[in-house]
């Protein structure tokens, strides 16, 4: 993102300027000095109980391995973008009980029912291409090339118009008290998720972070009584089982599913300051660190980017009543010179370039709670209505753009990681590219970086997230689907990750999974009618491979 530029009257005195100019940079020092406790920035490989198994990073090497494919720079700086923040007035309906809110939320979200048909109606048979956001593409996705696809007709606007209108003022007038407290991690389980939160909590505690952590359980069927009442546990960890916390009256008006429950999870997670992780997604390193820092600190909002270019419909922010600029352009561009080619999502006011990947998601609910309740609100409608709008059927269309989009519409801050997403993975022998996860990087490094008034006070940012995500690190799927195999010869799956995290990531998570599964023997529903004998030989099998090929 870039900067909005300031302009200096003229008949200011220069000297006066030029004062001014060095008091800023004096305490610009200051405040960045103090916001960052560097023994935070140190990741300690640590053990907390019996159940952890030690395992010390090794020293990251300074050369980068040969074959790592890195990803794509943007091609210049993306810089913050000022954000006007939207003065509101004080919220009249203090909730202090947990189930209340969720009712109210709920109720006001139902009755805002659009009732218009599901938005489907297309120009053409023709959809939007995925473009890379570093790709050259000769499309340019201007506000005119953007309105050529999703269709909506009078009626539908003015029923969403509507809708939207209405329930904005109604979020606004509430607000908390003793709902929310601390800082946090939630997953989403259910399912194989349930493994995948233990794999991914597991990492948690053995690279050293203390935060609390609550896994939500969506259904009765999903519930794993060893699993809640006694593995998560001994981790720090605890399930909400959703039926129980919304209560029987609230939890009738859900129709979610799939992507849906991550902004409810949100809702009904207990913490203050919340880090959203899909469940198969493993930290790196501490996490804990962000909440104390900038630019957690005064945006409240972090949001991670994905691969592409941002494909919003128009009418999206016609709908929401965004305002975004005709002739400000806040993104660089190369050859446009006509403004009706501007990308619409390098304008001031849209959301802006690339699209955003939800995998990690972090939110202050005090600053922000609004937002929260709004995402929610497209999530509900999101299969329906908000999803199409916010993506137009690419790729990844789903819950991503909603968190963002929500915090755009009500004119609150947030901050966008400038690092563009790594694509984590290996080469085959003819040189073809295998992705199995993305790397997202550090914010609080990503924004020292955007600050940095040298190229030499800039380092790193390291990455901090790899969102395993396909495939996911699942024994079953990962031998049916031969994902550790090139034909007859066992791989790495994650490629030289050493050069990226500064240790043996591969070997660190398939020796979480050996001690889960066969040290400790968990049972878990997704392994019920596995040979654990069979299962786990190809674990140490995959170990051992591990181990002799550093």
Same mark, same amino acid.
């Given at each position: 993102m870039r900067g909005s530029l300031h302009s200096f009257n003229r008949s200011v005195n220069r000297s006066k300027i030029f004062a001014l100019l060095v008091l800023s940079t004096i305490i610009s020092f200051v405040l960045v000095y103090n916001s960052i406790d560097i023994t935070d920035t140190v990741s300690v490989i640590i053990e907390k109980s019996q159940n952890i198994t030690k395992l010390e990073p090794e020293t990251p090497k300074e050369e980068k391995p040969k074959q790592e494919e890195q990803p794509k720079e943007p091609k210049e700086p993306i810089e913050s !973008?000022?954000? $006007? =923040?939207? !003065?509101? *007035?004080? *919220?009249?309906? =203090?909730? $202090?009980? /947990?189930?209340?809110? +969720?009712?109210t939320v709920f109720q006001l979200i139902r009755d805002a029912d659009p009732k218009v048909a599901p938005f489907n109606r297309y120009k053409s048979g023709a959809r939007i291409p995925n473009v890379g956001f570093n790709d050259n593409s000769k499309i340019q996705f201007s506000k005119e090339y953007l309105s050529e696809f999703l269709q909506l007709n009078e009626t539908e606007l003015e029923k969403m118009k509507e809708s939207h209108s209405s329930i904005v003022p109604k979020f606004e007038n509430i607000t908390t008290k003793d709902i929310y407290k601390g800082d946090g991690i939630v997953f989403v389980g259910g399912g194989r998720f349930n493994w995948m939160a233990l794999m991914s909590v597991k990492s948690l505690r053995n690279i050293g972070s203390e935060l609390p952590v609550e896994v939500m359980i969506p259904n009765q069927a999903d519930y794993e009584a060893d699993l809640c009442e006694n593995v998560l546990p001994s981790l720090n960890a605890k399930c909400l089982y959703l039926p129980e916390i919304l209560g029987n009256e609230t939890y009738s008006m859900l129709k979610f599913g799939g992507y849906q429950y991550k902004s409810l999870a949100l809702l009904v997670s207990s913490f203050k300051n919340v880090l959203l992780l899909d469940a198969d997604n493993l930290a790196a390193y501490v996490p804990d660190v962000i909440f104390r820092n900038e630019p957690f600190k005064s945006k409240g909002m972090i949001v991670w980017p994905d691969f592409w270019k941002r494909s919003t419909s128009p009418d999206f922010y016609n709908i929401t009543g965004i305002e975004v600029s005709s002739d400000e352009r806040v993104l660089p561009g190369f050859t446009e010179n006509d403004k009706k080619y501007f990308p619409l999502h390098h304008m001031k006011g849209s959301l802006l &370039? *690339? $699209?955003?990947?939800? #995998?990690?998601?972090?939110?202050?609910?005090? $600053?922000?709670?609004? &937002?929260?309740?709004?995402?929610?609100? +497209?999530?509900? +409608? #999101? /299969?329906? +209505?908000?999803? *199409?709008?916010l993506s137009q059927g690419v790729v990844g269309e789903g819950d991503k753009e909603t968190f963002l989009a929500a915090s755009v519409a009500l004119q609150n801050t947030y901050f966008q990681v400038r690092r563009s997403v790594h694509a984590v993975g290996r080469f085959k022998k003819d040189g073809h590219f295998v992705g199995v996860a993305m790397g997202q990087f550090d914010p609080i490094q990503d924004h020292l970086n955007s600050i940095a008034k040298t190229e030499e006070e800039k380092k790193g940012p390291r990455m901090l997230f790899v969102h395993s995500n396909f495939p996911k690190l699942h024994p079953v799927q990962l031998r049916e689907q031969r994902k550790l195999f090139e034909g007859e010869e066992r791989v790495r799956m994650f490629g030289p990750m050493k050069g990226l995290v500064g240790y043996d990531f591969e070997l660190f998570q398939f020796r979480n999974m050996e001690h889960l599964l066969c040290d400790l023997r968990i049972e878990l529903d997704t392994f019920k009618k596995e040979n654990r004998t069979t299962m786990c030989q190809e674990i140490h099998q995959h170990v051992d491979f591990l181990v002799k090929h550093p």
């Open positions: !973008v000022e954000i $006007t =923040v939207r !003065v509101k *007035p004080e *919220p009249q309906n =203090v909730i $202090t009980k /947990p189930k209340e809110l +969720y009712n &370039d *690339p $699209t955003s990947e939800s #995998g990690q998601f972090i939110l202050n609910k005090e $600053t922000h709670l609004h &937002d929260m309740f709004l995402a929610l609100y +497209y999530n509900s +409608y #999101g /299969p329906k +209505y908000y999803y *199409p709008l």
